[in-house]
């Protein structure tokens, strides 16, 4: 499969006169519960030749391959990314972070050390608790789940929990942010689970597991309560981002 994902970067970049930058894996592969089914969600970031970013009817900012059964594959353009990077967008840092690496290059060892210079506490914390409230109403609050689904609510709660001790972004794998954050006396109820979910397929059902739900809606509304708290971050600057456009292009 790697070697596929490898031959379908380099199409990309042969069809759309592009160069990819960073391609790595994200969602459950890199965040340690895939399922045997699972496909593989492979992002990257992508920079044209600087001509193209002259031009007043410039390319689209993101490219996309059609979505299949095996293979979700798109990227985001480098101008984008920095420009999401200082709104310290938390996918960003995802994807600079993912222990699943297609492709690297210089680019992408100078941009992590900037990275961390852009991260805002708020940011990560509204987008993760977004994530985990929005997943809990529509898909926990049944008789019988998705086993998957416990961990599209866990782990951004573990996140939101993470950033609220560290102040720093949370580590994509989910197995760090659960001996880091998880209360010890569900570590058992979530080991089982974690171990369920990587040995059925997607759509294994479960019942509804009160001692997870009790814990989760708790988090939910006390992590609300601490953001809500927070003061007012300041904006960063944009003369570090412009520098490294600006030296990618020259590449």
Known sequence: MEALIKEKLLEI???????????????????????????????????????????LNRSRDV????????????????????????NSNPTVFEWFSSPIIYKTTPFAEQFKPIMQHYF????????????????????LKVDLVKAKKYF???RPILACRWILETETPPPMKFEELMESQLPAYLKDTVRDLLDLKMNSPEVKMIPRIDILNEYLEMSITEVKSQ?????????KEWDELNRLFLSVLEC
């Open 120 to 139: 805002s506490s708020k940011s990560g914390l509204w987008h993760y608790l977004h994530m985990a409230e929005g997943n809990y109403r529509e898909y």
């Open 13 to 55: 970049e042969q069809r759309e006169n592009c160069r990819i930058l960073l391609a790595v894996e994200s969602g459950s592969r890199a965040w340690g519960f895939a399922s045997p089914d699972s496909d593989y969600d492979v992002r990257f970031i992508y920079v044209r030749d600087k001509d193209s970013y002259l031009k």
């Open 63 to 86: 490219i996309e391959l059609p979505i299949n059964d095996v293979l979700d594959i798109n990227g985001w353009d480098v101008d984008k990314t920095l420009k999401l990077l200082h």
């Open 152 to 154: 599209y609510v866990l």
């Open 227 to 235: 953001i809500e708290q927070y003061p007012r971050e300041v904006v």
